[in-house]
């Protein structure tokens, strides 16, 4: 009889044990997730604060000194103004609409 309660007593630890490690593992992944999403928030932010960063230092005239100190403005110039040009023509053909989608009355 004192065999069979030391049989027992020692499955229930053996499950408890068990049960403790997969609650301990289940508890590890939480928290490496966790802190996944943790760092992933911490380079989102960096990379809006680079963001603006760069949006402050950027500007279109930055840009074009850029361009011209590079010697690449004689080829995008020719670019930049076809595709102006075309644009203009495209709104110049158009006639005015309403908001509702309807031609407007030009009186």
């Known amino acids: 009889m004192a065999a069979k309660l030391a049989v027992v007593i020692l499955a229930f630890g053996l ?24 760092r992933v928030r911490a380079h989102d932010e960096r990379l ?19 361009l011209e100190e590079s010697g690449e403005i004689e080829h995008l110039a020719p670019l930049a103004d076809r595709v102006y040009t075309e644009d203009s023509e495209q709104a110049d053909t158009q006639q005015p609409q309403t908001p509702q989608g309807g031609i407007a009355d030009a009186r």
Do not use: D, F, N, W
């Open 15 to 38: 499950i408890a044990a068990g049960l403790l490690s997969t609650r301990q593992s289940r508890l590890q992944a939480a928290h490496e997730v966790t802190a996944a999403r943790l």
């Open 48 to 66: 809006l604060k680079l963001r603006a960063e760069i949006a402050e230092l950027v500007t279109p005239e930055s840009v074009r000194q850029m």
